[in-house]
């Protein structure tokens, strides 16, 4: 039942985002046949509250804050998996689900440090912002950083990009300023300049804090050291297998 209530509280979650509440909604996004038996559950353990007369359901404050550790979770999940592991095509989104029933408090804050406390998904989704986003955190030691905490003549590549709009990405793709190409800092002032394919390109502040970059370490080594296998702890073992639909247990009325 445990993994059912989370599905259920992430897809409410999800609906809260998109504006919607109905159950015909819920049906939709689920990825796991409905069972009213679950929202009974989750409206007795004061997790939601649903509304029978107009078909509606939604989550309590104390729902809310837990569906919202949950899909951070999820989508700290997907970044790793998706960036980090470089786990390729659509498999990273059934692994990320599993792999966030495993993630402990601590590991959560580890990876999102590790990171660099990303702001949205792969999927461009926001990220629920943590405990140690809001302090900055920068005690796990990563090979990951903002372009702007780069020293000028340190060289990386670029591991992922946090764009206000498509219009802003697709801008930077075409400066060559994608994931995996290679670039170096060249001034922090009055504008960033950074080689990038062979040309200098001039950044304002808030376009290079976006880009996130994997840097390249004095003695040319590029890769995950022994603090962050700490801080991933057993991700990179095993594989994540995607998640069985469950069979529906009875008819509902909802």
């Known amino acids: 039942m445990s993994n059912k209530r989370d599905e259920y509280l992430e897809a409410l979650f999800c609906l809260k985002e998109q504006g919607r509440d109905s159950v015909e909604d819920l049906r939709t996004i689920l990825d796991i046949p409905f069972e009213g038996e679950v929202i009974d559950r989750l409206v007795s353990d004061n997790l939601a509250v649903f509304d029978s007369q107009n078909r509606v359901a939604a989550l309590t404050e104390e729902g809310l804050a837990s569906a919202r550790e949950l899909v951070r979770k999820h989508r700290l999940a ?9 786990v390729q095509g659509k498999s990273f989104e059934g692994e990320a689900c599993v792999f966030e029933h495993l993630m402990a408090p601590q590991l959560v804050e580890g990876i999102c440090t590790l990171l660099g406390h990303p702001r949205d998904c792969p999927h461009g989704l926001p990220i629920p912002e943590g405990e140690c986003c809001k302090r900055n955190e ?24 946090n764009c206000q709009d498509d219009a802003q990405l697709h801008r930077l793709n075409g400066l060559q300023l994608k994931p995996g190409v290679e670039i170096t800092l060249h001034q922090k002032y009055p504008s960033y300049v950074v080689e990038c394919e062979g040309g200098m390109i001039a950044l304002d502040e808030l376009i290079a804090n976006n880009i996130c970059i994997w840097k390249i370490p004095a003695d040319g ?5 022994s603090h962050e296998e700490r801080a991933l702890g057993k991700s990179k073992k095993g594989r994540f297998w995607q998640r069985r639909r469950e069979s529906s247990s009875g008819a509902s009325s909802y």
């Open 221 to 225: 080594h590029q890769g995950v050291d």
């Open 78 to 86: 997907e970044r790793l998996l998706h960036d980090v592991l470089r």
């Open 138 to 161: 920068m005690m796990v030691p990563t090979s990951v950083a903002h372009l702007t905490n780069l020293a000028v003549s340190q060289t990386g590549h670029v591991a992922y990009i």
